[in-house]
């Protein structure tokens, strides 16, 4: 897995963004408009070759890379460039793989910096005008037939109609003009619809730039605009649609990456994504502006404020293709009904979505001791939920040392590394086996390793390695919800224990456990954020009682009470009032527990972690509530049968989606982190 910048195209994107950021100021793209085209800046552009980038070295271009391409329209895009750049892109690599002098001849002409060449995204067809990008100051327009590539030079300037806000486009009416022919062999189409797939893409990219440029600009003006005492980005309405639309643009930016892998590794369903990946930043760059433009209030409807010219854009350059809802219905005829496509040809990709291929040792183990201890009549692997946990396989995999394969060996591990570990828990849902009880335990065990005193790691750690014991999570509270800061639940220091009393939610598999982490309030004066103490308390110990809740998902959770229950100091987990550590833990066990995409990538290639793992889970459970619904919808009335099979998986699907958005902390919550890491937003909690 390789999701990291490669080195070779760091500084593609470093000088490409201080290009922009230079030649493309907010002033310059006001003084380009109304039209959008910047003179001086495509001279600079053809000045730094930045069009010929995908020509190949054979017909005089750089021959770069698609990946490469792609950084530069991202900056492009961010700093809403005046220029209709993907097209010259496309056409020039057109040009240049069909060949021929006359093909010859206008790659020359555009390198004066006074030419320009674009392309007609739709077929032409005599009588029948079309909007062009670049259209409206073009001194060429690439056209497709059906049957030729042709160069139509204007007769006269197409019209500039005012639009929304776009790079030059203009009127075209094809047939008005000279028109030369190219070329016309039995090439011609394939090589044109690959530049249409191209162009899809590096439109792509620059949307991209734009809805994370915008937001960027949204997150500045919240942590600076004061109302009622304090920044408007401390309000949750305000932070987090906009931390949902960072976490749309970045999934927009990924799956751009995986596209171009998937192109290069001639996946399937490659063609598919192209068009699915189209409509998606076509969609997300919509939402983003919108929001960004609600953050500034009446000041971002004023010309004077540099985020409207964000809010047009983003519609305008996916739209000069027609409704991106209908590049989603082609991308589902591609996926589902075997329509083809022809991409063009990516280059280098050096992105790798493929998880590490250690560890398969250790998991061929897991795997063989699954296979001799699981009976699918016996054990439940269907449910995803404490019921399913059987103390006779939790006790088997503890005695081989596998159900925390990455603890030192001490404690019952195998001291295994990262990918051992990574490909031996994915055995567990290659098998099906619920591992509730076991990824709470590993959670807390890494916080008791890091904060307990040596008498508490020495009484729990090799039991819960040799799967004896489990532990539960003590967080939430009836009046906190996952707001742990809000606790109540209250620890009183007598001698050399703890007194404590409270009550918690949701403690999910405390049937199970022998110990529960306890979040207590320990100084009642201090702040919110202060003043809280963490414990692991034995469930056997006096005045705890636990008492079960029932969900409509067919799930056991529990409410637990805590009368006068006295422990001794040595529970206690790190120092008095202190919960930095143990939220650290938390990130770090949520994050590990991931193990997909972007956050495992970023923390092999040792970027820092900008909530990632957050992100995806507010994305992916947020999308499970949408699609589980959607499915249901879709397979009715048959969908509402229940089983554990078939269309009854969807019914069951449906009912525990709606849960996923709670466990492991709420949207709510994690969007706050996603806003305050991703975006830096104040806090918007108190």
Not at 134 to 142: E, K
Not at 159 to 173: H, N, S, V, W, Y
Not at 211 to 219: I, K, P
Not at 323 to 351: F, K, N, S, Y
Request: proline fraction near 6%; include cysteine; charge should be negative.
């Amino acid at each position: 897995m390789k999701l990291g910048m490669p080195d070779d195209s760091l500084p593609v994107q470093e000088m490409f963004e201080r290009f922009f950021a230079t030649e493309s100021t907010p002033l310059r793209v006001r003084a380009a408009e109304p039209i959008g085209f910047d003179p001086a800046l495509w001279r600079e552009l053809i000045a730094l070759e930045a069009p010929f980038m995908r020509l190949s070295v054979d017909a005089g271009g750089g021959g770069m890379s698609l990946f490469d391409t792609c950084l530069m329209m991202e900056q492009a895009g961010r700093r809403l460039a005046s220029a209709p750049l993907a097209e010259a892109v496309v056409a020039l690599r057109i040009l240049g793989e069909l060949g021929g002098e006359t093909a010859r001849g206008w790659i020359d002409r555009v390198r004066d910096g006074e030419t320009l060449l674009t392309l007609a995204l739709q077929k032409t067809r005599p009588g029948e005008p079309q909007l062009v990008p670049g259209g409206a100051v073009a001194q060429g327009i690439l056209t497709f037939d059906g049957t030729e590539i042709a160069i139509e030079t204007p007769a006269a300037a197409p019209g500039a109609p005012e639009t929304l806000g776009g790079i030059a486009t203009g009127l075209f009416e094809p047939g008005k003009g000279e028109r030369i022919v190219i070329a016309s062999n039995a090439d011609v189409a394939r090589i044109w619809a690959a530049g249409i797939e191209e162009w899809k893409l590096l439109t792509s990219a620059a949307t991209i730039g734009l809805a994370r440029e915008a937001l960027t600009m949204a997150a500045a003006y919240a942590s600076e605009r004061i109302a009622f005492g304090q920044p408007i980005g401390a309000n949750q309405g305000i932070a987090h649609p906009l931390a949902d639309d960072v976490i749309d643009a970045d999934g927009a930016a990924m799956l751009l990456w995986w596209t171009l892998r998937a192109i290069a590794d001639e996946r399937p369903d490659a063609a598919a994504t192209v068009s699915m990946l189209f409509w998606w930043t076509s969609r997300t760059a919509t939402r983003s502006v919108a929001h960004a433009l609600h953050t500034f209030g009446g000041y971002g409807l004023s010309t004077e404020y540099d985020i409207q010219l964000y809010h047009r854009r983003a519609k305008s350059w996916t739209l000069a293709l027609g409704d991106p809802q209908q590049e989603l219905i082609r991308g589902g005829r591609r996926l589902l009904l075997g329509e083809t496509a022809v991409l063009p040809d990516p280059g280098l990709v050096e992105i790798d979505f493929n998880p590490p291929e250690g560890g398969q040792e250790l998991a061929a183990e897991t795997r063989a001791l699954f296979k001799s201890i699981l009976d699918p009549a016996k054990h439940n692997l269907v449910d995803h939920n404490f019921e399913a946990h059987d103390w006779g396989v939790h006790r088997a995999l503890g005695a081989a040392g596998l159900l925390y394969p990455d603890w030192p060996v001490e404690y019952g591990g195998r001291a295994a590394d990262p990918d051992s570990l990574r490909a031996s828990l994915s055995v567990w849902q290659e098998v099906g086996y619920a591992g509730l009880a076991r990824s709470t335990t590993a959670m807390i065990g890494h916080v008791v390793q890091k904060t307990a005193q040596p008498e508490l790691k020495d009484e729990v750690l090799l039991r819960m390695g040799r799967g004896e014991v489990t532990a539960c999570l003590g967080y939430t509270e009836p009046s906190g919800g996952s707001d742990v800061f809000a606790a109540k639940t209250r620890a009183v220091r007598d001698g050399d224990d703890w007194v404590i009393n409270g009550q918690k939610m949701f403690t999910s598999g405390a049937e199970l456990a022998s110990y529960v982490i306890l979040i207590t309030r320990t100084d009642p004066e201090a702040p919110k954020h202060k003043g809280i103490t963490v414990f692991l308390v034995p469930m056997a110990t006096p005045g705890i009682e636990i008492h079960p809740v029932h969900t409509f998902m067919d799930e056991r959770t529990n409410a637990t009470f805590y009368q006068d229950v006295r422990i001794p100091d040595t529970y206690r987990l790190g120092e008095v009032n202190v919960l930095a550590r143990l939220a650290k833990a938390h990130c770090d066990a949520r994050v590990a527990e991931t193990l997909s995409g972007r956050p495992l990538g970023m923390r092999l290639a040792g970027q820092p972690d900008m909530a990632y793992g957050p992100a995806a889970k507010v994305f992916s459970t947020e999308a499970f509530i949408a699609d589980s619904a959607d499915l249901l919808d879709l397979a009715a009335p048959h969908s509402l049968l229940r089983g554990r099979e078939g269309l009854g998986t969807i019914e069951k699907g449906y009912r525990h989606s709606t849960a996923t958005t709670i466990y492991g902390g709420t949207s709510e919550v994690l969007r706050s982190m996603v806003a305050e890491r991703r975006l830096g937003l104040p806090r918007s909690r108190a």
